[in-house]
C-alpha cells in the first residue's frame, strides 16, 4: 500500500553517559536537513517527553546545535551534546578522527573521539559561598553542610553519600524555591569514584535528570578544589545512574568524558512538521 507520507527529519533517541542500554541520560536527537522555527523545536521536545531534545543542523564551518526540555530551550546540555556527537560520528557525517565543533548559545563548544569516549568541551563554572535559599531544605527534606551557587543553579554539599541516595524531594515545593535547579552532591565511597550527586529541576519540566553533564561543570572546579586534583571522576547516583569523567583543562575550561549507546531512530513525517 502506497503512502503520500513522505520522511524528513531523521530522529534518535540515544543513552548518554552509558556504556549500556537502559542507563545514563537519554536524550532525542533530530538531525535538521533545514531550518525550523523555535516553536516547532518546543513542540517536538514536549513530544518526545525526554529531560532534553537536541536539534542539529551542518554548516560550512561545523553544527549549530540547540537544546530543548519540554518546557523550556536551554543554554547547555551536556549529555545531549554528547548524544549528539556520537550520533555525528555514527552517521559519518564527519570521520572519528575529526573534531566536532557546535556553535551553541553558550559559544563554540567542541567534541573529541577519544578510545571509546567522547570528550567534551565545556565552560568551568567555580560556585560561589551562598546561604541556603528560604524553602529549599524543607523541600528537600534535608539540610545540607554548605550551600553555594553557579549563576541560576544551587549547589548543595552533604556529609556522606547516604544522604544524598535518601533525598526524596516534594517537587511541588522544590518548584517553588528561586533557584533554576538544584545540584546536590558528597564524596563518594567507592573505590575509584570522586564524588556522586543528584540533580533536580522541575522547574525546567525536569524533575530529576539521570545524568546531567552541564552540573559536572559546575562539580569538576568544585572537587578539583576541595580533593586538589584535577581529575576525577563522578557517579549521578540517579535510579539509572552514569559515570561522568571530569578533567579540569584550565580555570575556564573542562573535559567531560563519556558513553553513549543509540536506542532507536526513526524519522519525522510531513504530518510532524506542520504547526498546524
Known amino acids: 500500500m502506497k503512502t503520500s507520507i513522505k520522511p524528513l527529519f531523521p530522529i534518535y533517541q540515544v543513552d548518554a ?26 513542540r517536538m521536545a514536549r513530544e518526545m517527553n525526554l529531560s532534553e531534545t537536541a536539534f542539529f543542523m551542518q554548516t560550512e564551518r561545523g553544527f549549530r546545535l540547540r537544546w530543548f526540555t519540554p518546557r523550556m530551550e536551554v543554554d547547555l546540555c551536556g549529555h545531549a551534546t554528547l548524544a549528539t556527537a556520537h550520533i555525528i560520528w555514527q552517521s559519518e557525517l564527519v570521520g572519528r578522527d575529526e573534531v566536532i565543533s557546535f556553535e551553541t548559545r553558550s559559544g563554540l563548544l567542541m567534541a573529541k573521539y577519544l578510545n571509546g569516549w567522547i570528550e567534551l568541551d565545556f565552560p568551568a563554572k567555580m ?10 531544605s524543607e523541600a528537600l527534606g534535608a539540610s545540607p ?36 535547579a538544584v545540584i546536590v552532591t558528597a564524596p563518594a565511597q567507592a573505590e575509584g569514584i570522586d564524588f556522586v550527586s543528584r540533580f533536580f529541576a522541575p522547574k525546567m519540566g525536569v524533575n530529576e535528570d539521570p545524568v546531567t553533564g552541564s552540573a559536572h561543570c559546575v562539580l569538576g572546579p568544585f572537587w578539583a578544589d576541595k580533593l586538589g586534583k584535577t581529575n576525577l571522576v563522578g557517579y549521578q547516583a540517579s535510579e539509572r545512574g552514569g559515570i561522568v569523567k571530569v578533567d579540569l583543562l584550565d580555570k575556564e575550561r573542562v573535559a567531560l568524558r ?6 532507536f531512530q526513526g524519522v519525522i513525517t510531513q504530518d510532524g512538521v506542520s504547526l498546524s
Request: hydrophobic share 45%.
Open 127 to 136: 560556585p560561589l559561598p551562598w546561604l541556603v535559599p528560604a524553602g529549599l
Open 145 to 180: 553542610a554548605s550551600c553555594f551557587r553557579s549563576e541560576a543553579d544551587c549547589l548543595l554539599s552533604f556529609g556522606s553519600e547516604a544522604e544524598i541516595y535518601a533525598l526524596r524531594p516534594d517537587f511541588g515545593a522544590l518548584a517553588q524555591v528561586d533557584v533554576r
Open 258 to 263: 563519556g558513553k553513549a549507546v543509540t536506542i
Open 17 to 42: 553517559f552509558a556504556d549500556a542500554p537502559f542507563r545514563g541520560n537519554p536524550a532525542g536527537v533530530c538531525f535538521l536537513m533545514g531550518h525550523q522555527p523555535s516553536v516547532w523545536m518546543q
